[in-house]
Every structure is written in C-alpha cells, then in structure tokens.
C-alpha cells in the first residue's frame, strides 16, 4: 500500500521527473548503472549501500533502484553474513524493527524519492 501512496503522491505535478530525468540524476548520484538488469523489462538498475547506525549496532542494507516498463521502483535488502547455517535468503521477511523498521523505511523512501 506505501507505494501505492508514493505513486500517487506526485502524480499529476508538474515537478515530477520523467524516466529519462531519474535516470540522468540516479547516474549523477550514484555512477553508471549496473549491467545486471533485464534488458527487455528496464533500463537501469543501481545498487546502493545503506549503513544503518543504530545505538546496539551498525547494520548494512542493500536498496536497488530500478525500472520496470517505465516505472521505478524500490527494493531493500538486509545484508547477512556468509552461511548463516538455516536462514533462507530466498525468503521475503519482515522488516527486523530494531535495525531498519517498516516505518524508517517508509519514511526514507519518503525522503529519497522526495
């Protein structure tokens, strides 16, 4: 639902930027754009790396940004160490409250996307 809300918030305005603008701007922030990305279903793809500070400790999250025919989108992934002996990493999971809640999360897409 948050970015359903996030589509629509700027929908219709007149400072909303077009796919070509992202792009230019995600390529001037971050560097060129990563060649791991389907070339028949978007364009571009950044990888970027969050370090998260938090008072019991430091944790490391990976956000893609990417477009998908036309629309970006916002992925976020918790970074783990190497074999961590019974954690799937093929399953979606919850947010883990206490590094990097659903509510910071939506609060920095807020912020990022502007």
């Known amino acids: 639902m948050f970015y359903v809300q996030l589509g629509w918030s700027d929908r219709g305005s007149k400072d909303k930027l077009n796919l070509a603008e992202v792009f230019i701007t995600l390529e001037w922030l971050f560097g060129k754009t990563s060649d791991f990305y389907d070339q028949g279903k978007g364009s571009f793809r950044f990888p970027v790396l969050l370090i998260i500070e938090k008072t019991i400790e430091i944790f490391y999250y990976l956000m893609v940004i990417a477009d998908h025919r036309g629309t970006v ?36 897409l807020s912020y990022f996307h502007g």
Do not use: A, V, W
């Not at 989108?73 to 659903?102: A, C, V």
């Open 73 to 108: 989108y916002y992925r976020m992934y918790r970074i783990i160490e190497n074999n961590i002996d019974g954690y799937d990493t093929q399953r979606n999971r919850k947010p883990f409250e206490l590094e990097f809640s659903q509510q910071e999360i939506n609060y920095f």
